[in-house]
Nanobody, 119 residues
Framework: QVHLVESGGGLVQPGGSLRLSCAASGSSFNIITMAWYRQAPGKQRELVTSITSGGTTNYADSVKGRFTISRAYDKNTVYLQMNSLKPEDTAVYYC?????????????WGQGTQVTVSS
């Protein structure tokens, strides 16, 4: 099992910045991809960004140029730097880890952290 703990959410004004962290523990070997998803009230969970073990990143169009994902491999931690935040970025942000064990790919989720962008 991989245990994920997010931190760093909160209330910020439009145009502001926040940095989220997600630390993986437990049997956290062979994590091939870590990602951030978000879910706004009444909406489906959506992929925000991801980063592979090789450092390849992917971003949703809505956050390109504003959000940056990074990964500290020695700490099994992934970060999400969010700049120029907009009210539409308000959501619960979830960390996700995809782990490969042999030929089995397993997905793990954190508990989520609330990000509210409001004046």
């Amino acid at each position: 099992q991989v245990h994920l703990v997010e931190s760093g959410g909160g209330l910020v004004q439009p145009g502001g910045s926040l940095r989220l962290s997600c630390a993986a523990s437990g049997s956290s070997f062979n994590i091939i991809t870590m990602a951030w998803y978000r879910q706004a009230p009444g909406k489906q969970r959506e992929l925000v960004t991801s980063i592979t073990s090789g450092g390849t990143t992917n971003y949703a169009d809505s956050v390109k140029g504003r959000f940056t994902i990074s990964r500290a491999y020695d700490k099994n931690t992934v970060y999400l730097q969010m700049n120029s935040l907009k009210p539409e970025d308000t959501a619960v942000y979830y960390c996700n880890a995809a782990q490969l064990r042999g030929t089995t790919l397993s997905s793990f989720w954190g508990q989520g952290t609330q990000v509210t962008v409001s004046s």
